[in-house]
Nanobody, 116 residues
Framework: QVHLVESGGGLVQAGGSLRLSCAASGRTFIMGWFRQAPGKEREFVAKVTWSVGTTYYTESVKGRFTISRDNAKNTVYLQMNSLKTEDTAVYYC????????????WGQGTQVTVSS
């Protein structure tokens, strides 16, 4: 496992932008973002493979969110544009550190609130 530290959440109006950051304490196979809205289950948002940089997104954020990584800093970013009220959630950074197909490390979560 690795230790993950997130930053960048906050309050923004609909249509605005935020960027989330997540720094890992070590190397990983994959890093990604999940989110959990009040009363809902945690859902996958995006992920990026560390070696090649292949990205994957859930359908609802395609074209609006961009995940990227800085290998030298062991940091992953989530640029969120054209935010909608339905994007309001706690966003969690996740990493697959020991197994490339299993997220085994989680951040503490950062709140993103999009107002209308």
């Amino acid at each position: 496992q690795v230790h993950l530290v997130e930053s960048g959440g906050g309050l923004v109006q609909a249509g605005g932008s935020l960027r989330l950051s997540c720094a890992a304490s070590g190397r990983t196979f994959i890093m990604g973002w999940f989110r959990q809205a009040p009363g809902k289950e945690r859902e996958f948002v995006a992920k990026v493979t560390w070696s090649v940089g292949t990205t994957y997104y859930t359908e609802s954020v395609k074209g609006r969110f961009t995940i990227s990584r800085d290998n030298a800093k062991n940091t992953v970013y989530l640029q969120m544009n054209s935010l909608k009220t339905e994007d309001t959630a706690v966003y969690y950074c996740a990493a697959a550190a020991r197994n490339p197909v299993l997220f085994d490390s989680w951040g503490q979560g950062t709140q993103v609130t999009v107002s209308s």
